[in-house]
């Protein structure tokens, strides 16, 4: 019998678990002690996709951005204009003309000054993207603010002036959600070479803090600009870390090494009363729509099921049988508002309730759509003008779960019209490919669909939400198909609308109109709910106070308005264990809350006994029994 | 070990790869959903915006020949392209940052889970029906029932959450600054514990449970009986005669397990967000990283293939009569 190989193993396997049993006790060591940097931690859902501003496609790449550099003109607590990188500006008499001032002085965070030149080169490089055969740059999400405000020339006739002139008169020159460059680091960039650029860390900006670190999937650190001249920054560095899961982040929100979080509207509820926690329950700048594929045209092996779809007064019908407070208060937890038009209510300035909302009723629903002419077959099956039995395929992303609650509530609502619904979930790409019309230009894209339930998310400027349902976004963003010639001129007239007054005046009527026709039906405007600690920062803002909340807003808002909390002796909170108090400077601890002195023991007693566990498997293992006889071998 | 089987092997593990990389290209292209729009759900993206991002990714070259020629002169330069969603970064690069994570914890993971679950396995096969049997036997089975994440999140909830004596998630404190390296690596080490106990925990099952059947198998067999009859003592028996032989399947077992290391452990990396290949996959699945996860899964075919070569010179070596 041979079996030294197998002795080896077996004392090299009891060697291994021993040493795994002694080092435990070592990896249970406690969080190191706290530094002396003040560190904000904010969690995340949403990874970051590019450090350079022109490729991020996502919020969060937008959060990060005007981190790094400001805007020309930043937004303040209520989404008004305040000084970004230009100190203050003028309009001239016949409103084409802004002048911009520079502080002189001013430096990016390298030291290299900053002046006109660099907002004339930033804005000038995506005026040439705009005007490009592309007509855009990058990923196209930043050029269009500046499209979008008609700026048709820019020039610096000195270091503190930047001049601007539009082709015609607005006020969307100072909403521009374009990131001012230093000219110095990004003038060897052209318009073929930015989509490839990756801006590495760390970053020279003038924003506030500057991106120092980017661990992939991970986080985001940024450190205090040495140079700012902006309100005094409490935080030294900010963290932005991403989740992979929600669980994973509320815990780690309430064991305290989040500051700051985005929550569901359990985690909302479970954190009520919880010492030092503060719970917002914000309005999102946007909303969830049920929405139908309104598109006009034949499509071979495609298309829409039935062409009532097209027909406003089936949509309209249908619009009587969506109870959508029952949805807000279970498909969104009542996080939320009711939907009613497309420039939700966060758009305080903008958005106009509709006359004559539909209310809630299955009759009045059914006698709508028997006065439209869909009546019921001897089956009880609602019938199209063909005579055709209605069976319509709803789909959805699989990005949010209430997508699918809602859906299951619509199946339940239209079959009691006598309607049929199958529900179908799909990934986003899938599905944006299913829904795209030949106009597209990819063979896929076969406008398969009937109804469909997704979100969209807006602007400071609602021309972003208004823009879904003019004629020329079939085939991009128009994901119902639907056009009216009064609908596009009212787009264009609004655009242009010198003032705001006039140009609400033009909304009013787009929203009523899109109420009224229902190529969507608005569920709601989708809640925000976030919490944050206050045992180390104070001084959070809500932007806009009324129904926002205080980071992922719109601009560096947030982050100049937060205090830390002075001689730092924060009461322990009911799940976080106490950090040192008493410090000199607020002392965050590292790992936020652990390695009190109490849970030392304790700490060492688990450790302690885990080892002894994998000590006594090790031992039965090489146990040898002595006394017995031996084997010859 | 005769250089004929060797090769043989070998040969079989590089035909296996070469099919590995041709199906990559072939599966990747029939998931539906195009990359380019993806990521683009833009109100003002319009269709000449597309055409060019079609044009620059080479997404409006017809799949055959034009794609697939340029993927397998690339791949073999071993150029695996950019990645769609990090723009601008090297496959290789996003990839090689995510290994070591991986690498660590489920490396790490599969040893306990290895030294562990043979111990147990082999402990529980041998005093069959007795407690002990009974105890780590429904402990095997229930936790190699159950996905990370429902080993994971109680782990955090009560050990993190609750007692704070450990982070909840990623690898490193944030903002934490370090005296020296020994701090740094502890601070990480702080960060391992619980996602290592998870993915340990989650693989001793399968040891346990393959190796107690073999234990109760090799039980029954002539040489033990003969072993008894010279009056060895029952560890002894075991040691030199139970477990030697009942250690052949385990061996496949556990090569087939290493392969599958640098998969990540998904579940469990999600719930730890801990930075490794396995949350990487699902991020580039979920943007339609074509050139991402078609490293992956290279990556991880070729270690899958390579670990079960190594799987069969061992057995050769355990086993002399597959040494042919």
Not at chain 1, 103 to 113: A, C, I, V
Not at chain 1, 136 to 164: K, Q, R, S
Not at chain 1, 436 to 447: I, M, Q, S, T, Y
Request: glycine fraction near 10%.
């Amino acid at each position: 019998m041979r079996a030294p190989v197998s002795h080896r193993f077996v004392r090299l396997l009891a060697g291994l678990g021993l040493a795994g049993a002694l080092l435990l006790p070592a990896l249970a060591l406690p969080a190191r002690a706290a530094d002396e940097k003040l560190v904000l931690r904010v969690g995340t859902s949403q990874d970051l996709d590019a450090m350079n501003p022109f490729n991020t496609a996502l919020v969060t790449g937008f959060e990060v951005f005007t981190l790094n550099y400001d805007l020309l003109v930043n937004w303040g607590g209520d989404l008004e204009p305040v000084p970004g990188f230009a100190e203050s500006w003028t309009q001239s008499a016949d409103g084409l003309t802004w002048t911009f001032k520079i502080p002189s002085g001013m430096k990016w965070s390298d030291g290299t000054p900053a002046t006109a030149e660099d907002a004339r080169w930033t804005l000038q490089f995506v005026l040439d993207g705009v005007n490009s055969e592309a007509g855009y740059i990058g990923l196209g999400y930043i050029d269009y603010y500046l499209a979008n405000a008609g700026v048709t020339e820019i020039t610096a006739p000195d270091e503190t002036t930047l001049v601007l002139k539009t082709d015609r008169p607005n006020t969307q020159v100072l909403q521009m959600y374009i990131p001012i460059l230093p000219k110095h680091v990004w003038q060897d960039q052209t318009l073929d070479t930015v989509a490839d650029f990756t801006n590495d860390v760390p970053i020279v900006g003038s924003g506030p803090y500057q991106a120092v670190e980017w661990q992939k999937g991970q986080y985001v650190r940024f450190v205090k600009n040495p140079n700012w001249t902006g309100p005094e920054l409490a935080a030294d560095e900010v963290f932005i870390q991403i989740f992979k899961n929600a669980d994973t982040q509320y815990q780690a929100f309430r064991s305290g090494e989040l500051d700051y979080s985005s929550v569901n509207g359990d985690q909302f509820a479970a954190l009520a009363g919880e010492a030092n926690v503060v719970t917002v329950a914000g309005v999102g700048n946007g909303f969830t729509e049920l929405g139908f594929n309104a598109y006009s045209k034949p499509i071979e092996g495609g298309g829409a099921s039935t062409k009532a779809l097209q027909d406003p007064a089936f949509r309209d019908a249908i619009g009587y049988a969506v109870d959508k407070e029952l949805l807000v208060e279970r498909a969104i937890k009542g996080f939320g508002e009711v939907g009613t038009t497309h420039v939700p209510t966060f758009q305080t300035k903008w958005h106009v309730e509709p006359t004559a909302l539909r209310t809630f009723n299955i009759e009045t629903a059914k006698q709508k759509l028997e006065a439209a002419g869909y009546v019921l077959d001897g089956e009880g099956r609602r019938l199209d003008k063909e005579g055709k039995a209605l069976d319509l395929r709803l789909y959805m992303p699989d990005s949010e779960e209430y997508y699918a609650t809602s859906a299951q509530f619509v199946q339940d609502w239209l079959s009691q019209l006598g309607i049929k619904v199958t529900t179908q979930v799909f990934d986003s790409g899938t599905l944006t490919t299913l829904m795209l019309p030949p106009e597209a230009g990819d063979p896929a894209n076969k406008a398969d669909y009937d109804l469909f339930i997704w979100a969209w998310g807006g602007d400071v400027d609602p021309n972003s939400l208004l823009e879904i349902f003019t004629c020329s976004n079939i085939g991009s963003s128009s994901d119902s198909n639907y056009c009216s010639a009064r609908y596009d001129e009212l787009f264009d007239l609004q655009n242009k609308a010198p003032s705001d007054e006039e140009r609400k005046g033009y909304m009013a009527e787009m929203q009523q109109m899109i109420y009224d026709e229902a190529p969507y039906h608005i569920l709601f405007y989708d809640g925000n709910p976030i919490a944050y600690h206050t045992d180390r920062f104070t001084g959070w803002k809500n932007q806009p106070a009324s129904n926002g909340v205080p980071l992922f807003g719109y601009g560096s808002y947030g982050y100049w308005q937060i205090k830390a909390v002075s001689a730092a002796t924060p009461a322990p909170s009911a799940t976080s264990a106490p950090i040192a108090s008493g410090a000199p400077t607020p002392a965050p601890s590292a790992g936020g809350g652990t390695g009190g002195g109490g849970s030392d023991n304790a700490l060492l007693l688990a450790a302690g006994a885990v080892a002894v566990v994998l000590l006594v498997v090790a031992i039965l293992l090489v146990r040898r029994r002595s006394g017995g006889p031996t084997e010859e071998e | 070990m005769s250089l004929r089987y060797l090769s043989r092997q070998s040969l079989q593990a590089l035909f296996t790869i070469v099919m590995i990389v041709l199906l990559n290209f072939v599966l990747f292209r029939m998931m539906p959903g195009s990359p380019e729009r993806i990521l683009f759900r833009n109100p003002n993206l319009t269709q000449e915006a597309l055409a060019a991002i079609r044009e620059r990714w080479g997404l409006d070259q017809p799949l055959f020949p034009d794609q697939f020629f340029a993927y397998i002169v690339a791949t073999l330069q071993g150029d695996l392209g950019d990645s769609y969603k990090f723009i601008g970064q090297p496959v290789i690069e996003v990839i090689s940052e995510r290994f070591w994570p991986t690498m660590i914890l489920l490396g790490l993971g599969e040893m306990i889970a290895v030294v562990v679950g043979l111990a147990l396995g082999s402990y529980t096969g041998w005093r069959r029906g007795g407690l002990v049997d009974r105890v780590g036997n429904g402990f095997s089975l229930v936790f190699y029932s159950m996905p990370y994440f429902v080993i994971g999140m109680p782990l955090i909830i009560i050990f993190a959450t609750g007692l704070g004596w450990f982070p909840t998630s990623g690898m490193f404190t944030l903002g934490a600054t370090y005296d020296s390296f020994l701090d740094q690596l502890l601070d990480f080490l702080h960060h391992l514990v619980l996602p290592l106990i998870t993915v340990s925990i989650g693989l001793i099952g399968g040891y346990s449970i393959l190796m107690r059947s073999s234990i109760v198998e090799t039980r029954s067999e002539d040489y033990i009986g003969t072993a008894r009859a010279k009056g060895l003592t029952d560890a002894r028996i075991l040691r030199h005669h139970a477990f030697p032989n009942a250690l052949l399947p385990v061996v496949t077992l556990i090569a087939i397990n290493l392969g599958y290391v640098v998969a990540g452990a998904i579940t469990a990396e999600v719930v730890f967000n801990w930075p490794g290949l396995g949350t990487l996959t699902v991020d580039a699945l979920n943007a339609r990283d074509y050139p991402v996860l078609q490293g992956v899964f290279l990556f991880l075919g070729i270690s899958v293939v390579l670990a079960n070569l190594a799987a069969d010179v061992v057995y050769g070596f355990l086993d002399p009569r597959v040494r042919r």
